[in-house]
């Protein structure tokens, strides 16, 4: 959180809202189940977490759809995690397989992408107040905290639903909401869906290979896989912040 904070500072909300999305909290909770709970809990763990992405990817759908009506920050969060919860318990009742998780995913990032109104102003310049960072890292903690201590009484599916939570991207846009109102917000969700490419290219990797395959070397091709999915939206990013 410190380091996607900083980004997000330095280099604009839109590319901290791009790490955001990538696996950065939910690849160490896959590996810390995998060596607690053993290969084939990750295993189907990331099938559930494939089928997640959907739902994280309705959030920000929401999340961005709202906002630019300038309704209350607690009236976006609310309605996008209601969105969220709804869509899993949707997604889950259908039993996918990895792959067409995969492939559901990628239709619906596709889709909102085009959806989400696009930042109408390149940001402002915002004074943080020192409590700002603390907050954050302590939001995002207790969000991983309790995905990954309640594991074991969750099971696999649950815990696979659970991982792909942006315990990073949306205590960011909230935060960044507050401080640079809904331009701000658009940049870190719009961040998070192209990011999102990248966690599902993370949990296809383990999914498949985790059970046979060594797993440092499994989780080394997912994490570098996710990050060279990632790659291509950087000059789009530079190129929109420079204009």
Avoid at 31 to 46: D, H, K, P, T, V
Avoid at 47 to 58: D, E, F, N
Avoid at 125 to 133: A, F, K, M
Wanted: proline residues 6%.
């Amino acid at each position: 959180m410190w380091l996607v904070s900083y980004a997000s500072r330095k280099w604009g909300t839109a590319f901290g809202g791009l790490l955001s999305g990538l696996p950065l909290s939910s690849g160490p909770v896959s590996i810390y189940l995998m060596i607690e709970q053993g290969r084939g809990f990750a295993a189907e763990s990331a099938v559930s977490s494939l089928i997640s992405i959907g739902a994280v990817a309705m959030f920000s759908l929401a999340y961005g759809l709202l906002c630019v009506r300038q309704l209350r920050i607690l009236l976006c969060t609310l309605a996008a995690l209601s969105a969220f919860l709804v869509t899993i318990g949707a997604l889950q009742t259908f039993h996918l397989s990895l792959l067409r998780a995969l492939l559901l995913d990628l239709i619906m990032l596709s889709m909102f992408l085009g959806v989400i109104p696009k930042p109408r102003t390149a940001g402002v310049n915002v004074i943080y107040p020192p409590w700002d960072l603390p907050a954050r890292m302590i939001a995002a903690t207790s969000m991983v905290l309790l995905v990954t201590a309640s594991a074991r009484l969750l099971g696999p599916q649950l815990s696979g639903l659970l991982s792909p939570i942006p315990v990073l991207a949306w205590p960011l846009c909230v935060f960044v909401h507050a401080q640079q109102g809904s331009d701000g917000a658009l940049a870190v969700l719009r961040g998070n869906l192209q990011g999102a490419y990248g966690v599902c290219v993370f949990y296809t990797v383990v999914g498949m290979l985790v059970r046979s395959w060594d797993p440092t070397l499994t989780y080394t091709i997912a994490l570098l896989g996710s990050v060279l999915v990632s790659i291509p939206w950087l000059p789009r990013r530079q190129t929109a912040r420079a204009a």
